[in-house]
């Protein structure tokens, strides 16, 4: 089992966010640019857990061609772009958009005077040339919900053979994946493998394990096969 603290990476950002990288996969970036980011699993190549500052934003900027999924933690962020302008992400939702060849534009705002804190990964699609497509997820309470990934004959997902669930959680919750997997913790204290770990931590594991909560928690779990 491998470990990445959030105290262990370098403080980054742009415009009106900070955020510290946990992820940057040698498909996407050079190892000079790498750092102490790890690589991720299947076609997942990238994970920041970013803080909004009071009123802060993103900018404008395009994608094409990659997979962008954004978990909300707290606060609140307002979606403006190409895609669904005008959307909006509470805390414990998830945004899913999908660039595809044709490509899109967006900006992520902060409304408020507080910070907030969103969880922004990236995925490459199995193939190219795909249409751009938007989606949003609001599990229910204790339940590991999948947000990403699955075969082309189902349409509540954006395909992929690189999955992705979140659980946001209250008491008691557990789950089995008998797989590998990367875990990422961005809320509350979770027990993996009879290991309890904090929030902001990221997990690899090789194979079978156990997630378990007995507090407030959000849980993201992203599988694909091993970059081993």
């Keep these: ?45 990238y994970l920041a857990d970013a803080n909004f500052l009071p009123h802060g934003e ?21 979606h403006q772009g190409s895609l669904e302008h005008g959307k909006s992400l509470v805390a414990g939702e998830i945004q899913a958009q999908r660039a595809g060849a044709e490509g899109f534009s967006h900006n992520e705002i902060n409304p408020s005077n507080q910070r907030n804190q969103l969880i922004q ?9 795909m249409p751009a497509s938007y989606k949003t997820y609001l599990p229910e309470t204790n339940q590991l919900t999948k947000v990403y990934g699955g075969d082309a004959n189902q349409t509540k997902t954006l395909t992929s053979q690189t999955e992705i669930y979140v659980a946001n ?43 378990s909560s007995h507090e407030s928690s959000q849980i993201i779990v992203i599988r694909g096969q091993s970059n081993q």
């Design 169 to 211: 959680t209250e008491g008691n919750f557990s789950t089995t994946f008998d797989s590998a997997a990367i875990i990422y913790i961005s809320k509350g204290n979770v027990i993996v493998n009879d290991r309890e770990l904090p929030a902001r931590t990221l997990v690899k594991v090789k194979d079978g394990f156990t997630l």
């Design 1 to 45: 089992m491998e470990i990445l603290k959030f105290d262990e990476l370098p403080q980054g950002g742009f415009a009106g966010l900070i955020e510290k990288q946990f992820v940057k996969d040698q498909k996407v970036f050079s190892p000079a640019r790498q750092g102490k980011a790890t690589n991720g699993i299947g076609n997942f190549v």
């Design 58 to 78: 993103t900018g404008m900027h395009p994608h094409r061609e990659i997979d962008v999924i954004s978990v909300m933690v707290e606060g609140k962020v307002n």
């Design 121 to 129: 990964l990236w995925v490459l699609p199995d193939k190219t040339g």
